[in-house]
């Protein structure tokens, strides 16, 4: 084995180390400085002082001298103490120094068993080991007492001749003037022996060391490697057999197997691989599949050998087959890297798949073409697919509605929720009426007919339910419904106008000629007593004509004559007549009208004025106390319709007497005709609006009136 060596450049810095300078070390010591490398081991002189720059050897050398044998004592890279013996010379090119070279043997064995030695060769009679003195003449001239008990068979005894084996190693040492080492061995143990010369080559003493349990350890390991070499011998005849029966078992498979190492050849091919793509004959893979003269640009086979885990990728083979490929990184006994490979051929999957997804993607362009809302519905009540008709329905992205509950989306819920529980009852539904909600509230009238779809099995998979619009005809059918309505109406209000205009006919003529009477005796009469009775006559004259002016008013009403009309400024011109008509009245007038100023309503303005008149009329009749309030209110409900609420603090209406404040001519106060809460619920109800009352006695009385914005809504 080659001594560790370093060579220093002119800087006095390693240029370089060999192999046996690196182990010795435990580390590379390129570009480090001799003071550096000292520094790093904690290396001392034999004087236990530290290494100075001035005892570098390296640097000694470069100033051209040859340094021998110097002695230093460093602590390795595992903390060991070691002892080094260090040379250097000069590395000269034509005379001129480029550098030095250091070399040194490691003494640390030799120093350790030499003191060893030395310390119980002072003490042979206490030394528990064996010490023998030999003369020049190879003569025993002393033995202490363990050589006596560890030697006696080799007949040990002072004065007689050294034993041939010691004689041998006493003739090296006198002979070399060095320390030569050797075994002995007695019955029962066994002795490292070391022949020390004397200073004058007169004598050797020879010391022994007793390592018979090291030896039998040395034995037992020879052993155990016999063992384990059998055993690994056995092993890899198994391992053997199990791959020879592995690789029957890969050639009868209906799918390729290959081993390929790193270089891109093939090792084992089962026999599938070889039908398909012949023999590599000792070629590299892309050689003999692709005639290629270097490895593919992308190639995932080998990516397997970089990332160290399994891989599935498919591959359209030369022989024009897609195989399905399984890549595993595999390591060979010997510790090569392979990588064993799987390949499915796949392609009728591949083209079943593809007629499969053609036949589907029909079957979906059938589906998306429909103008129908259609739905599939799973058992749990949750939608699992819908066409493009049905987003369009709802305003929703199918991410929105797939996997959402299907009931949420119209306006009965629990009907919805019932209609396809239903189908899943009986199998199927038919004309199932559902209104459904876009997400910016428009509505659409929809008829389903829902079935159950099954399995190959006949297990019930979930319900398809397709939706028919039938909003446009609802629309017609109430349109012809409100006009029948409205005919009726007019019928009947025509038949009532015919007999209200005789009887005002018959009532008038009696009445004109009692008022005529009553002003003729007024004007003859000079009895002062009879004036106050003349002027009750003609008092309810005028009050029987204004009810036969209402009378006529209720019967004539006609169908609206419909326009824009901005109901804040209808309620306005209302609040304003009936002001002009109570002057006196200590009424104060709160208005809330902001919700409805940028709002107009389909509607006859003329009779949206007589309602308004009517309600807060009756408002200012009601108020029977000194301080007066009228709150009046609107707002737009749901975009569809508004809502005005006339609410006053007078003295209210009783429960019995709110059941009948819309029949005509019933009237709770002492003057009025009953008809103007009557006339203004038919105004109402013409225009497909709402009207309602609460009161409570004593706290007062709230109109609420809800108009359509549209017509017909």
Known sequence: ????????????????????????????????????????????????????????????????????????????????????????????????????????????????????????????????????????????????PSAARAFGRLNCEAGRPLP?????????????????????????????????????????????????????????????????????????????????????????????????DQDHRVPFANKFFRERFGESHGRRCYEYLFNRDAPCEVCDTYEVLKTGANQRWEWAGPDG???????????????????????????????AQESLR?????????????????????????????????LKATGLSRQELIGADFSRFFTEPEKARAGYRLAFAQGSVRDYSLTIRHKNGRLTDVIYNAAVYKDPHENVLGVFAAARDVTARLETERKLARIQAEIAESKRLSSIGAIAATVAHELRTPLGTIGLAAANLERKSQDPTLSGQIEKIRRKVEESDRIISNLLTYTRIRMPQYEAVRLDRAVAEALKTVRERYPRAKVRVMRDLAALAKTAVEADKVQLLEIFNNIVTNAYQAIDKPAGLVQVSGRIEKGAAAVVTVRDNGEGIDEEAISRVFEPFYSGKRTGTGLGLSLSKELIELHGGSIKITSKKGAGTAVTISLPLRRGV
């Not at 059938?366 to 819908?386: F, H, M, R, W, Y």
Request: charged share 30%; net charge positive.
């Open 1 to 144: 084995m080659a001594e560790p060596a370093m060579i220093y450049d002119t800087r006095g810095t390693v240029s370089g180390a060999n192999a046996a300078a690196r182990a010795c070390l435990g580390f590379d010591p390129a570009g480090m400085t001799q003071a550096a490398v000292i520094s790093r081991l904690s290396s001392r002189l034999p004087t236990g002082k530290k290494v100075k720059k001035k005892d570098l050897i390296s640097a000694q050398a470069l100033a051209g001298e040859r340094i021998r044998d110097q002695e230093y004592h460093f602590t390795d890279s595992s903390g060991g103490e070691r002892t080094a013996i260090a040379s250097a010379d000069p590395i000269k090119d034509a005379g001129k120094i480029i550098g030095a070279m250091v070399f040194w043997r490691d003494v640390s064995e030799q120093r350790h068993l030499q003191r060893e030695l030395e310390s119980l060769s002072r003490f042979p009679l206490e030394n528990p080991n064996p010490v023998l003195r030999a003369d020049s003449r190879e003569t025993i001239l002393y033995r202490n």
């Open 164 to 260: 041939a084996g010691l004689r041998k190693l006493a003739r090296q040492a006198r002979q070399t003037g060095r320390v030569v080492k050797g075994e002995a061995r007695s019955k029962t143990r066994v002795f490292h022996v070391a022949a020390v010369p004397g200073r004058q080559d007169d004598y050797v003493n020879i010391y022994g060391l007793d390592i018979t349990e090291r030896k039998q350890a040395e034995e037992e390991i020879v052993r155990f490697s016999e063992k384990m070499e059998a055993r690994v011998r056995e092993r890899t005849e198994e391992i053997a057999s199990q791959r020879r029966r592995l690789y029957s078992l890969l050639e009868t498979l209906p799918v390729y197997v290959i081993l390929l």
């Open 321 to 351: 087959r897609i195989y399905d490929i399984y890549d595993y990184p595999f390591v060979e006994a010997d510790g090569s890297r392979l990588i064993l490979e799987m390949g499915i051929d796949i392609t009728k999957q591949k083209q």
């Open 358 to 390: 053609s036949a589907s993607q029909y079957a979906r362009s059938l589906i998306e073409a429909s103008l129908d809302p259609l739905i599939t519905i799973s058992p749990q009540g949750k939608i699992s697919d819908v066409n493009k008709a049905m």
